[in-house]
């Protein structure tokens, strides 16, 4: 694992970014196409309401169970305390919240939010079924535009699910927004490995998910975007300038199995 940080940088040609091509039409990726900004976030949601019964599944199987550990280790870098509130963004079906809960306690609170209603409304029933719902509550919304008052949260974490936001600038700013003044910001995605037989191993290995997503839930269409997702996403260096353009500081990552997964920190200023 290796941190770094680098200086602020932002240009409109960063994978993921949205394309301006005329004062009235805008374009941004959906996977490998170019699609209307409208239409994206209704095509993102079609993809997680096909994949949300077999979502938990389907990680195991893509990540051969790793994924447990790298969640392990994002929470473990989320320093958060009885007391504090955190917003669980993209949080679909808990895994996430289920683990901030006990480490807030009674005190604290824990926002599960996502903009899928079937995501949402899988990992309400986790968390019901769990029976940890004292101190969590439920949100569907959107990440561009949180309906938070600014000072809000302690901590605020997407786990897996920037790559799916249509303006991935705003979402940084309104994360920010929401922050109270020394809080952070915990991004775990998929990133870029910084080992090139890695890089040609993994390339190959996610080819693969399509047809494992056909035979488990009946889906490889959803899976085909999923990896041309990843593919698009921006890289360690690049989403850190994203988060430091937005008002972040302090910022670094955490490379994980050598970059395929990355964990971005960053802070809200103690003072503007």
Same mark, same amino acid.
């Given at each position: 694992?290796?941190?770094?940080?680098?200086?602020?940088?932002?240009?409109?040609? @960063?994978?993921? =970014?949205?394309?301006?091509?005329?004062?009235?039409?805008?374009?941004?990726?959906?996977?490998?196409?170019?699609?209307?900004? +409208?239409?994206?976030?209704?095509?993102?949601?079609?993809?997680? *309401?096909?994949?949300?019964? @077999?979502?938990?599944?389907?990680?195991?199987?893509? #990540?051969?169970? #790793?994924?447990?550990?790298? !969640?392990?280790?994002?929470?473990?870098?989320?320093?958060? $305390?009885?007391?504090? %509130?955190?917003?669980?963004?993209?949080?679909?079906?808990?895994?996430?919240?289920?683990?901030?809960?006990?480490?807030?306690?009674?005190? /604290? &609170?824990?926002?599960?939010?996502?903009?899928?209603?079937?995501?949402?409304?899988?990992? $309400?029933? $986790?968390?019901? =079924?769990?029976?940890?719902?004292?101190?969590?509550?439920?949100?569907?919304?959107?990440?561009?535009?949180?309906?938070? +008052?600014?000072? #809000?949260?302690?901590?605020?974490?997407?786990?897996?699910?920037? @790559?799916?936001?249509? =303006? !991935?600038?705003?979402?940084?700013? #309104?994360? *920010? @927004?929401?922050?109270?003044? /020394?809080?952070?910001?915990?991004?775990?995605?998929?990133?870029?490995?910084?080992? %090139?037989?890695?890089?040609?191993?993994?390339?190959?290995?996610?080819?693969?998910?399509?047809?494992?997503?056909?035979?488990?839930?009946?889906?490889?269409?959803?899976?085909?975007?999923?990896?041309?997702?990843?593919?698009?996403?921006?890289?360690?260096?690049?989403?850190?300038?994203?988060?430091?353009?937005?008002?972040?500081?302090?910022? %670094?990552?955490?490379?994980?199995?050598?970059?395929?997964?990355?964990? &971005?920190?960053?802070?809200?200023?103690?003072?503007?």
């Amino acid at each position: 694992m290796t941190d770094n940080a680098n200086s602020d940088s932002s240009t409109s040609t @960063r994978p993921g =970014d949205s394309v301006q091509t005329g004062a009235r039409d805008q374009t941004t990726h959906f996977g490998f196409e170019n699609v209307p900004v +409208a239409e994206k976030q209704q095509r993102v949601g079609q993809v997680f *309401r096909s994949v949300a019964s @077999r979502y938990d599944i389907m990680n195991d199987v893509m #990540s051969l169970g #790793s994924h447990r550990l790298i !969640k392990r280790f994002t929470v473990e870098l989320s320093a958060l $305390r009885a007391g504090h %509130k955190v917003l669980d963004l993209a949080g679909g079906t808990g895994d996430f919240s289920i683990r901030f809960a006990p480490l807030v306690g009674e005190e /604290g &609170h824990v926002i599960l939010a996502d903009i899928n209603e079937s995501m949402l409304r899988i990992g $309400r029933d $986790r968390i019901i =079924d769990k029976g940890i719902s004292s101190n969590v509550s439920f949100a569907q919304l959107n990440a561009e535009t949180l309906p938070f +008052a600014s000072d #809000s949260f302690d901590c605020v974490c997407i786990a897996y699910g920037l @790559r799916n936001v249509t =303006d !991935k600038d705003a979402a940084l700013e #309104s994360m *920010r @927004r929401v922050l109270k003044p /020394g809080g952070r910001v915990l991004i775990l995605e998929f990133s870029k490995p910084t080992n %090139k037989l890695m890089e040609k191993a993994y390339d190959a290995y996610t080819n693969l998910w399509p047809l494992a997503g056909k035979l488990i839930t009946g889906d490889g269409d959803s899976y085909r975007y999923l990896v041309e997702s990843i593919r698009m996403h921006p890289d360690q260096e690049s989403l850190m300038q994203m988060m430091q353009a937005a008002g972040l500081e302090k910022c %670094k990552y955490h490379n994980v199995m050598s970059g395929i997964c990355a964990i &971005h920190i960053g802070f809200k200023p103690l003072s503007l």
